[in-house]
């Protein structure tokens, strides 16, 4: 497990799944302009997004390098597909669409 998802592991422990949804959705809110500043350190963007109090600038930064990774396209562990957008869930990749129907299921 890294960094990133023992956080994710401490927002669900303390009953702050909101928080990782809250994570889990941004990508798909903000604009891709935006992702750039905040992966280029431009602190700036905080006066042009409305977060969270809890959200600080180190873990929206951690994020952003997150979501770095992800757009180079990675293996879906169901499909096989590379994809580039998705979720890293203990270490498994999955694909937008594959975790889109998981949800579904529940
Ligand atoms: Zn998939």
Redesign the pocket.
Known sequence: MDNWEQKMTDFLRHGQKDRVTFLENLGKQILPTQLTRIQQNDKTILKEMVLPKWMNWELLYEWSNRYKVNEKGRE?I??N?Q?KN?IEFMEKW??E??FLKLKNLE
Do not use: F
């Open positions: 879906c169901l499909c597909n994809k998705g999955i694909c669409d594959c």
